[in-house]
């Protein structure tokens, strides 16, 4: 109902602003009385199927990832496409303003209300409903890893309730308490017993091809959803292709490629919207350079050297938040707090932060200056968290997949804790990010960090 609000509201929208109430006629060279009263119910229609045929609404996509966004976008944008092909084909002069502005606003409207939507369902889930009881079935550690992976995502709609294991040792439930409820072949029983509602199967040698076949008939006849979890984690649907060869279906992994035309799109877009945010925000930058000399001895902006893209060093920028000679004073802070051995190290309470310093951190506006590492090219918009010498000297051959693309200002540490993430959980979601890097991806970690940042979410 909602998406339908909003194209009508896109389409008619369009046609109020640019003929009225009053009825137009289009130009054709065939003569058959069409107005734009009939296109405008024509796209309402097809926009309406589109977003139905490429599964906009399906359970599988809705409430979490990028695919829901993905599909709304490529629908909307084919549909335009073909109505274009089909009036320049039978020569209709359709007023090229009607489509300019149906189709932003229709997009946009789009995308607003299904990730309205997505927060009322998180807000739901987390009071327990709307949610899939899931039970998994295979062998203890990669069960244990697919159980820690689902309840470290957010919005994942499956609330994991149990799990069937080869020995169906009841007495050792998994990290974080999910019970074991017995053996693999005890699987009806504990459906009943948990009120499941979802099977995830992890993977396990002893249970055959042919076990497989005849769990997924007795599932079918409960209506219980088969989930099977091939253990690619960090993997993101669009590098996963799947190809059924004689009923086996087989799963291709595309390896992460960063070059030509990605590397390019991912540029230009860091260009133009460095550009404009230094444009729009440059009276707040002069205020914050006025506030900063005046209120403390030292140079407005504070150099430090951080790591980019292939290891290659560069100074990064940020407005100076600490008092003059900072940096000296460091080492013996960290040895005072016993935190020195520590990667990511943090300063708690730190005594050399400035009054103006610690609003401009708690608002974020003490790393703006990095716009000017963006349009330089040392950085990104979004990309991995930049980090220090001595914290890539930490990496191991893994960690050091993420100096494969840029640093960014933002990015997914930005957006899900920030200085509260440990060592691990950062250098996780800098790896996730690179291997699986996407446009549309980009375009939301910016949205959420303007919440985040709103928030002061793990700012220091």
Do not use: C
């Not at 199927?49 to 809705?62: G, N």
């Not at 009120?195 to 008939?217: P, Y």
């Not at 350079?289 to 050297?305: D, F, M």
């Not at 013996?332 to 020195?340: C, I, N, V």
């Amino acid at each position: 109902m909602t998406d339908l609000l909003v194209v009508v509201l896109a389409v008619y929208g369009s046609q109020l602003l640019w003929f009225g109430l009053r009825p137009v006629a289009l130009e054709q060279k065939f003569q058959i009385g069409i107005g734009y009263n009939s296109v405008s119910i024509a796209i309402t229609l097809l926009w309406m199927f589109v977003l139905s045929a490429y599964a906009t609404r399906d359970l599988k996509v809705i409430g979490s990832g990028t695919l829901e966004y993905r599909r709304v976008v490529d629908s909307t944008i084919r549909l335009f496409g073909i109505f274009a092909i089909v009036a320049f084909l039978l020569r209709i002069d359709l007023a090229r303003g009607y489509f300019l502005t149906a189709l932003p606003i229709g997009v946009f409207l789009l995308l607003w209300t299904r990730w309205a939507w997505r927060q009322w369902l998180r807000r739901e889930q987390a009071r327990g409903l709307h949610v899939s009881r899931a039970i998994v079935v295979g062998e203890r550690v990669k069960s244990e890893n697919v159980t820690a992976t689902i309840r470290r995502a957010q919005g994942s709609g499956i609330n994991v309730v149990g799990a069937l294991t080869r020995d169906g040792s009841v007495d050792k439930p998994f990290f974080g308490g999910v019970p074991v409820l017995g053996k693999y072949a005890d699987i009806l029983v504990a459906l009943e017993e948990v009120q499941a509602d979802t099977v995830v199967l992890t993977g396990a040698d002893e249970i055959s091809h042919l076990d497989m076949r005849k769990l997924g008939w007795d599932l079918e006849g409960k209506e219980v959803t088969l989930i099977v979890a091939p253990g690619l984690t960090g993997v993101a649907g669009p590098r996963i292709h799947a190809r059924p060869v004689s009923g086996l279906p087989l799963i291709y992994v595309e390896y992460p490629a960063f070059t030509g035309v990605k590397r390019l799109s991912k540029r230009a877009f860091d260009l133009v919207g460095a550009g404009l945010i230094i444009l729009i925000s440059s009276p707040v930058l002069i205020a914050v350079g006025i506030a900063i000399k005046t209120s403390s001895p030292g140079s407005i902006l504070y150099r430090q050297e951080r790591i980019g893209l292939q290891g290659t060093p560069f100074g990064m920028l940020k407005f100076r938040s600490m008092i003059k000679d900072a940096d000296d004073q460091l080492e013996s802070l960290l040895d005072a707090q016993g935190r020195s051995a520590e990667p990511l190290f943090k300063v708690m309470n730190d005594p050399r932060i400035t009054r103006v310093g610690g609003f401009l951190r708690r608002s974020s506006l003490d790393e703006f200056p990095q716009l000017f590492n963006v349009l330089l090219g040392h950085m990104s918009l979004v990309g991995p968290r930049p980090q220090r010498q001595a914290e890539v000297a930490l990496y191991d051959d893994a960690a050091h997949r993420r100096l494969m693309m840029k640093p960014g200002m933002s990015g997914l540490w930005q957006v899900s804790g920030r200085s509260n993430l440990s060592w691990d959980d950062a250098i996780r979601l800098d790896l996730y990010y690179v291997e699986n890097w996407s446009m549309t991806g980009d375009i939301i970690i910016l949205w959420r960090t303007i919440r985040a940042v709103a928030m002061s979410d793990g700012a220091v």
